[in-house]
């Protein structure tokens, strides 16, 4: 138990920091762009790239993994998003911000942090890799479901080149593709380069959490959805929970890849669902709501998959 709180408490301790910094603070939340652009464009990328560039190309083509990984992914987005036609009366533009809410977990602010804690840097490998692959699914889902529904006016060609620029321009997955090349040639950086780099690896993860807490604490949410008696339950016990059994029925994968995918996936939502509907003007305070509450929820649940991580109780494969 003092191994779990020793995980737990620096973690949820910086949003909980974070939060108490939004209350006490006359900032708005405008005020936080800066760190934002801190976070998203160098730090997190920084630390994507110093360590998939030290890793062994052959580990990380890893395409069984990748496949069952986004597979499992994308049928939480089709349950939710089911769930949402029904509970809307087919509103194909709410069903999909509900269904990203359902499987778009918190991976870039707090997957690095929370995965390096409890599993070490090793860990950072798997995590660029879901990450860089689940956003490229995202990335296209929103849009796509958007122009089917009719909140999207883009033409057809204009919403396809609008997908891929926002794929190939994201600046994570800028850093992951940058890593592996530098992994496929073998590139070192030069010492004062190299060092600029471990400074900026080594804020991301306090900056990513402390920012996650402001923004919480400066977000309205006037009252709680129903949709969220199945969201919640979805998002962080059975995501996490059918990962881990499909990834253990696809194949016999490296430990620590199996528990970051399976941690990651425990991840409440990720504040990239509000921008999104945000942008879409689609189902936006639930959006919001549906943050505060996974993220309050994810105390208990992420802790408590934290334990039986630590504590060796969730084997690495139930079908070995």
Known sequence: MVEVLGLTLPLFGLILLGFMGGKISNQPLDALG???????????????????????????????????????????????????????????????????????????????AVAILALGEKAAIPVAI??????????????????????????????????????????????????????AVQFSAPIPVERLIDYLAQAAAPCALFAMGVTLALRQMNRIPYSLGYIVPIKLILHPLLMYVGLSWAGNFDPTWMYVAVLLASLPVATNVFVIAQQYNVWVERASASIM????????????????LTTGQLEPDLFP
């Not at 976070?39 to 990380?60: E, G, M, N, R």
């Not at 939480?76 to 769930?83: G, P, V």
């Not at 956003?135 to 958007?146: C, E, K, R, S, V």
């Not at 999207?152 to 593709?177: G, S």
């Open 293 to 308: 509450i996974t993220t309050a929820a994810s105390v208990l649940t992420v802790s408590s998959l934290l334990f039986l």
């Open 130 to 183: 879901i990450f860089c692959f689940e956003n490229i699914m995202h990335f296209a889902i929103a849009p796509a479901m958007m122009a089917i529904s009719g909140e999207e006016q883009k033409k057809p060609l204009a919403l396809l080149l609008d997908i891929v620029r926002k794929i190939v321009l994201h600046p994570f997955i800028l850093a992951t593709i940058a890593g592996v090349a530098a992994a």
């Open 34 to 112: 800066w760190l934002n652009t801190f976070i998203i464009y160098f730090a997190l990328p920084a630390l994507f790239f110093k360590l998939l560039s030290t890793t062994p190309i052959d580990q990380l083509a890893n395409w069984q993994f990748v496949f069952a990984n986004i597979g499992i992914t994308f049928l939480i987005f089709s349950l939710t998003f089911l769930f949402g036609m029904l509970g809307t009366r087919g509103n194909i533009g709410e069903s999909t911000i509900q269904g990203l809410a359902g499987a778009y977990g918190n991976i870039g602010y707090m997957g690095p």
